[in-house]
Nanobody, 124 residues
Framework: QVQLVESGGGLVQAGGSLRLSCAAS???????????MDWYRQAPGKQRELVAGITGGGSPNYADSVKDRFTISRDNDKNTVYLQMNSLKPEDTAVYYC???????????????WGQGTQVTVSS
C-alpha cells in the first residue's frame, strides 16, 4: 500500500505562513511515478474540500478561497508535494490531507491514496 505522510502543520497567527509537505512511499517496492496530487482540507462540521492540485506535468490549480495565497509544488525525485500557505486566515483552520489519485509502483497501480492529515490552526 502506498503511504502518504503529511507534515508541517501547526499553530500560526493570522497573516502568518506555513509550509506543508506530503511524502509518498511504498514499503514493499518502488514508486515509479504519481500523476496528480491534491491537497484537501476539512474544518470541524464541514465537508472535505479541495484546496489545490498539481498535475503530473506540474500545472497547478487552486480553490478560489486560497488563490494568490497558497502555492502547490512538487519534487518528483523525492515523491513529495508541498503546499506553501501565506497570508493565513482563521478560516483556513482545518485538517489538511494530501491525496494521490493514481500512483504507479513496481507492484502495480494504487488508486486514491490518502494521508493521515495534519492540523493547521490560525488564530485571529
Amino acid at each position: 500500500q502506498v503511504q502518504l505522510v503529511e507534515s508541517g502543520g501547526g499553530l500560526v497567527q493570522a497573516g502568518g505562513s506555513l509550509r506543508l509537505s506530503c511524502a509518498a512511499s511504498f514499503a514493499t517496492g518502488s514508486i515509479f511515478s504519481f500523476n496528480a496530487m491534491d491537497w484537501y482540507r476539512q474544518a470541524p462540521g464541514k465537508q472535505r474540500e479541495l484546496v489545490a492540485g498539481i498535475t503530473g506535468g506540474g500545472s497547478p490549480n487552486y480553490a478560489d478561497s486560497v488563490k494568490d495565497r497558497f502555492t502547490i509544488s512538487r519534487d518528483n525525485d523525492k515523491n513529495t508535494v508541498y503546499l506553501q500557505m501565506n497570508s493565513l486566515k482563521p478560516e483556513d483552520t482545518a485538517v489538511y490531507y494530501c491525496n494521490a489519485p493514481i500512483v504507479a509502483t513496481n507492484r502495480g497501480i494504487f488508486y486514491d491514496s490518502w494521508g493521515q492529515g495534519t492540523q493547521v490552526t490560525v488564530s485571529s
